[in-house]
C-alpha cells in the first residue's frame, strides 16, 4: 500500500533544490545565479488514522490537512449519545 491519502490524493512529488551565489540587485550586486540544482522529495504529512469508510473502521493514511479540515470521519472518543433512562419493571 503506498503513502497516499486516501481523501485528497496526497503524495510524495519530485522537485528540486536550486543552489545560489551572489549578492541581490537590492544590496547592491549584480544578482544572484543558481550554480546548481539538485533532486528533492516534498513529502504530504500523512497520519495512519482509524476512520469510518462504509460504516467500518478502517486504518488508512490521511494527510494532515484532510483532518484539520473534518474530511476524515472518526469515531467518537467516549459515547457522548444521550441514551433515555430504562423504564423500571413494574412489580
Not at 35 to 46: E, H, I, M, Q, V
Not at 59 to 87: C, H, Q
Amino acid at each position: 500500500m503506498p503513502h497516499v491519502c486516501h481523501y485528497t490524493g496526497r503524495k510524495t512529488r519530485l522537485g528540486r533544490q536550486c543552489t545560489y551565489r551572489g549578492k541581490a540587485k537590492y544590496l547592491g550586486g549584480v544578482g544572484v545565479k543558481i550554480t546548481g540544482r539538485s533532486a528533492r522529495k516534498f513529502k504530504p504529512n500523512l497520519q495512519k488514522v482509524r476512520s469510518f469508510i462504509d460504516g467500518k473502521p478502517v486504518r488508512v493514511w490521511a494527510s494532515a490537512k484532510a483532518i484539520k479540515t473534518g474530511l476524515v470521519r472518526k469515531r467518537l472518543a467516549r459515547r457522548y449519545v444521550y441514551r433515555p433512562a430504562e423504564p423500571k419493571a413494574a412489580s
